[in-house]
């Protein structure tokens, strides 16, 4: 099958609502190293959006999902239970970044983990109102689109929307949104939109994926946990992009150690490449919702339960938190280099393995969506494959396995280095 004719076939058999990035198919792939169909190998930088922390079929996550391929692959947790799901409840448990017991429980996708936190923290409070933050992104259902906080291309076309719904600004110095500003606005929304005694959680990403690796301040959270413990509110934290090692601790909220979240949302890497989603929080709050409102035909699949064990053993044996750190530090000594070759490249920022580059045009000062294409097409032509984020689509992420061999991480850094300079 001839490329061209691929691509017709796609267009004629998929919606164009579904956009696809690459143009050529994927045939293989192994931890950092990705091959199409015509055999062309790429370093794969994007991990599939966040989710393979520990590599394209790492032999142990494939081993533990054979095993259970060959014991059973389905029964539906509610109907007839497994122990792997409470097993990977109770390490999830030990680990959750939240105050005090914590209970677990698992769904499939990152949008629907959001949704049943916010179902939790609507049952523990009796409140209706949430609040997220502009540049936010929680999904594409239809509740996690309104909690989303970017318009294009996410919610065109697709409202109304749930009620109840605030967005309030995230600090981003980039942009000239201080932690003052970002707290005022949830102050204002207090004063024009609902009361805080009517909201049930603010929810907030510890560093904004989508919305450009946006580092949320020490301060900010202090100020959002502050805001919560005043008002009885929830404070979910959304993990799903940062969580399991990505920046160089299990989760990026682990950072804040005196201001933590009532609950964690989680997904993508906590699956190795398997859908899994989770979430963790308070035992109280998570035990609010009456029997049966929680859960899903597919929630914590066993394949995905298996693969989930797999990669929290991973994490830990192949000290995963500790080489997020170092790939993540040396990455960022490549790109504050590239700087004095590369006028466009603004600003750096990081958390361990989850770093940014974020592109002006020099010109005009004003963030460039089209130089950000243009490096990302030139790396992908060298063979490096790598995805772009952010409210103005000028930012360039970074989301290797972390599990990549050093020298191939090397030969990345040589082809970046030599992109950006050109
Ligand atoms: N929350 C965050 C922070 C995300 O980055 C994403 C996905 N990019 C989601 C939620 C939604 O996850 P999913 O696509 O698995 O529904």
């Known amino acids: 099958m001839s490329h061209s ?201 510890p560093i904004q994926g989508e919305g450009g690796f946006n580092i949320a301040p020490e301060d900010f959270v202090k100020g959002l946990r502050d805001i919560c413990d005043r008002h009885g509110i929830v404070l979910i934290a959304d993990e799903v992009q940062s969580g399991f090692a990505r920046t160089g601790k299990m989760f990026a909220s682990d950072y804040y150690p005196n201001s933590r979240p009532d609950l964690v949302t989680m997904a993508k890497s906590l699956g190795g490449g398997i859908p899994i989603s989770g979430v963790t929080g308070r035992a109280e709050l998570m035990d609010a919702p009456e029997p049966g409102g929680l859960g899903g035909t597919y929630a914590g699949n066993p394949l995905a339960v298996a693969s989930a064990l797999a990669v929290l053993k991973i994490i830990e044996e192949e000290k995963l938190c500790e080489r997020a750190s170092r790939l993540g530090a040396e990455l960022v000594e490549t790109l504050e280099k590239a700087k004095a070759k590369c006028p466009a490249l603004v600003d750096v920022r990081a958390r361990g393995s989850m770093v940014a580059a974020e592109f002006n045009d020099p010109a005009t000062g004003k963030p460039s969506a089209e130089l950000t294409k243009q490096y990302l097409r030139k790396a992908l032509d060298a063979g490096l494959l790598m995805l772009s984020c952010g409210v103005h689509g000028n930012v360039i992420r970074f989301l290797y396995p972390l599990t990549i061999p050093d020298a191939q991480f090397k030969d990345a850094l040589t082809i970046l280095s030599r992109v950006l300079a050109d």
């Open 5 to 205: 004719e691929l691509e017709k076939r796609r267009k004629e058999a998929t919606p164009r609502g579904v956009g696809v990035m690459c143009d050529f198919y994927a045939a293989k792939a192994e931890n950092a190293t990705l091959w199409d169909e015509q055999g062309r190998e790429y370093i794969d930088f994007t991990a599939g959006i966040a989710v393979l922390n520990t590599g394209h079929r790492h032999p142990k996550i494939v081993e533990a999902i054979r095993k259970q391929l060959d014991l059973f692959t389905h029964t539906a947790y509610q109907i007839v239970p497994y122990a792997s799901f409470v097993t990977l409840a109770e390490c999830i448990n030990e680990i959750a970044p939240v105050t005090g017991n914590a209970k677990t429980t698992f769904f499939s996708t990152g949008a629907e983990a959001v949704e049943n936190a916010v179902k939790i923290a609507r049952a523990a409070t009796g409140r209706p109102g949430i609040i997220t933050f502009s540049g936010a992104f929680h999904g594409r259902t239809l509740l996690t689109m309104a909690l989303t906080g970017k318009v294009v291309p996410y919610k065109v076309g697709f409202g109304p929307f749930p009620a109840s719904v605030f967005h309030g600004q995230y600090p981003n110095a980039q942009h000239g949104v201080s932690t003052e500003m970002a707290l005022e606005s949830i102050e204002r929304i207090f004063r024009s939109d609902i009361s805080p005694q009517q909201v049930a959680a603010i929810l907030y990403e």
